[in-house]
């Protein structure tokens, strides 16, 4: 049975979708530039919001960060604020001190990343660290009288000095050759140097910071607090007295490349004794810790299947009293992420992938009920104050602003109004959730957004968009790269399926992608394609181009050679064009070979069932190929051999090469570029 869900309202975001007569579309000069909210925090007093606001310099070709406001105390919010402690220099991760009106965050000012202090009630900031490194992140002891950072520094050496000496040394060195014995040689964007993200401890006195340390508490630990190369100050901090930290980490070895086995360890905080694994016993993911407030209890997040980095978050609590051990809500089929306990200690509340939202849940501590707080859209970040919750929402229809939910309940309130002038006068397009039956008859979603100046007398070309991942989705969100409204802004209807292997629908459905990135998926593509064409008679099914990146460029690969009847043109970006050789020169390991069954030369391996570099022959669509060359998850000779199985198959096409950019393309005139070329391509294969 057939079910259409309409989201105009998309919650409680107030910005329009349609905007007045004289309004103009989105553009992807308009989505570089606008300022981004995200990270807000409530003072202990649950009086004052502080949240980080980016903000795009179009000439610098990049972006700052500052810290804006929000007094929360009287009848009704207060007009954000700018602090000055942003003046003199980019600024990050800030955190409420102890006291409640001091904040202490990251900042480059001083030539190096250090941490910062500022008073909300005074002009300034003053520098708290001076380390001989860059600090990557930092968490404050609950008295306020211990600080824990993170630096990158040899395993091996007992004093900062020794990294200090080793790093200048190879500085002076006139070769430039590098020896490795294992991997990773590289990961993400970066070459391998030998250093790891250690943690360590420094005391505060009335006088500042203590000459005493820093203490170094992972001292020989072969594995990195945070984790590379998206880890955070989730992964560690300190015990509620203070007196020992915790942190999850890998043990590298020689099995870093092809593992997840990451483990939640403890030591005292003074860099005595030796540390402890907590969770030896999980072969699987576990991070995330966090204690309730009376310090009885953890709550953590834990996969169980070892190498599959797109299993359930399961959430566990700890019962130090009892030493026993349970999952909350063992029977809810979705994928938990961070963890914030609520001030009585009864509620846990986290955000998880939903129907193509992402929302905030409560969960009763006691009962394993889960609660839904927060309605269609996306949340990107919240934190728990002893009045309510704060958060980040966007939706397919505008950027993020930040909201209030009292604890006693009714409806959100918007406490910010960002980019109100520049998004004045633009017009987003409608858009509107959709299902249908996809492989083996189960339900599968997908979202369709209509062009900007709508005329249902009209057929529009269409941008079939395809999400990477695989295990991802391209729902109620406000994307940075894959933004459908700067297609709708260019006259194109879009169309986006969540097909099997998407998170947000239960993890049997995440799941049934492994071993299948040919067949299930594409099943799903072309059935959701039927059926958009079938119910929206505005598509006009003879201009249409798919285009994908990552996973989403595999797919576009191999619809070239399986199913290129329906398309004009294809965009691939960064896309997997030989499975086989991916597996080869890849840094993480453990995804392709869980996603394949094995290595390349285990038995039964998919690697040649799902191979679009074996189809070449089929390919006659045109194509245009984008890679950055920095990316070292799908490396630029994927991209490469695709332009050349193109180019020497005599098909038209083109390769847009970033030197700089990784995986994703991140700098704003980069940005743009992308989006004119892709644009002007799609539009060359798609006139009437």
């Not at 409680?12 to 530039?33: E, G």
Request: one cysteine or more; aromatic letters at 12%; charged letters at 20%.
């Amino acid at each position: 049975m057939k079910m259409f869900v309409r989201l105009l309202a998309a919650g409680a975001l107030a910005l329009s979708i349609s905007a007045a007569a004289d309004a103009r579309p989105f553009t992807a000069r308009d989505m570089v530039t606008l300022d981004r909210l995200s990270d807000p925090r409530v003072s202990p007093d649950g009086k004052l919001v502080i949240y980080s606001r980016r903000v795009a310099d179009w000439d610098a070709n990049k972006a700052k960060t500052e810290l804006w406001l929000i007094d929360l105390s009287g009848k009704t919010p207060a007009a954000p604020r700018r602090l000055d402690a942003s003046d003199g220099g980019g600024v990050s991760s800030a955190r409420w001190g102890a006291d409640g009106h001091s904040l202490y965050f990251l900042s480059s000012r001083s030539g190096s990343m250090q941490v910062w202090r500022a008073d909300v009630g005074a002009a300034g900031a003053s520098q708290v660290t001076n380390l001989p490194f860059d600090v990557g992140g930092f968490k404050t002891s609950k008295d306020g009288k211990k600080l824990l950072v993170s630096m990158a520094v040899f395993p091996d050496c007992d004093t900062l000095q020794c990294t200090a000496d080793r790093l200048a040394g190879r500085k002076a060195q006139k070769t430039t050759g590098v020896v490795y014995d294992r991997l990773f040689v590289r990961h993400w964007d970066e070459w391998a140097d030998g250093t790891r993200n250690h943690l360590f401890v420094l005391t505060f006195d009335e006088k500042g910071i203590k000459a005493d340390g820093p203490v170094a508490v992972m001292k020989g630990f072969d594995g990195d607090t945070p984790s590379k190369p998206f880890g955070d100050e989730t992964e560690f901090g300190f015990t509620p007295d203070g007196a020992e930290i915790w942190f999850s980490a890998r043990l590298a070895g020689r099995s870093e490349a092809w593992s997840t086995n990451f483990d939640l360890y403890g030591g005292k905080a003074d860099g005595t004794g030796q540390l402890t694994n907590f969770t030896e016993g999980n072969k699987a993911w576990d991070t995330g810790a966090a204690f309730s407030p009376d310090g009885r209890y953890v709550a953590y997040r834990a996969m169980r299947r070892s190498g599959f980095e797109a299993d359930r978050w399961q959430i566990l609590i700890h019962d130090n009293t009892t030493n026993t051990e349970r999952p909350l809500a063992a029977d809810w089929d979705r994928s938990a992420d961070s963890i914030v306990w609520s001030p009585d200690g009864k509620t846990i509340y986290t955000t998880a992938g939903d129907v193509g939202q992402v929302r905030i849940f409560a969960i009763d501590v006691k009962t394993g009920k889960v609660k839904a707080l927060t309605g269609p859209g996306h949340v990107g970040g919240f934190d728990v104050g002893p009045k309510g919750i704060v958060y980040a929402h966007d939706t397919l229809a505008g950027p993020a602003q930040l909201f209030f939910i009292s604890s006693k309940g009714g409806k959100p309130v918007q406490l910010t109004n960002a980019n109100a002038q520049q998004l004045a006068d633009i017009e987003f397009g409608a858009f509107e959730q959709f299902s249908f039956p996809g492989w083996n008859g189960e339900t599968v979603h997908g979202y369709l957004v209509k062009p900007v100046g709508f005329d249902p007398a009209k057929r529009y070309p269409v941008a079939f968009l395809i999400h990477g991942g695989p295990q991802g989705s391209f729902g109620n969100l406000f994307h940075y790269r894959w933004n459908a409204q700067t297609y709708a802004g260019a006259g194109y209807a879009v169309v986006m399926i969540d097909f099997h292997g998407s998170t947000g629908y239960g993890q049997a459905f995440t799941d049934s992608i492994s071993g299948h990135w040919g067949d299930r998926p594409l099943e799903d593509l072309q059935k959701g394609w039927a059926y958009a064409l079938q119910t929206y008679g505005f598509l006009d099914g003879d201009r249409a181009c798919a285009l994908g990146g990552s996973y989403g460029g595999f797919m576009v690969n191999w619809i070239a050679g399986k199913w290129n009847e329906p398309w004009k043109c294809l965009v691939n970006h960064d896309g997997v064009f030989d499975t086989r050789f991916m597996a080869y020169s890849t840094e993480e390991l453990w995804f392709t070979e869980w996603e394949n069954g094995g290595t390349p030369w285990t038995p039964g391996a998919t690697y040649t069932t799902f191979n679009p570099a074996d189809h070449v022959g089929n390919w006659t669509v045109p194509m245009m190929v984008i890679h950055g060359g920095r990316d070292y998850r799908v490396p630029l000779e994927e991209g490469i051999a695709a332009f050349t199985a193109l180019q020497r198959r005599g098909v038209e096409s083109r390769f847009l090469y970033f030197p700089e950019e990784n995986h994703w393309v991140l700098k704003p005139q980069n940005s743009v570029q992308w989006h004119d070329e892709v644009l002007g391509w799609l539009n060359a294969h798609t006139k009437p």
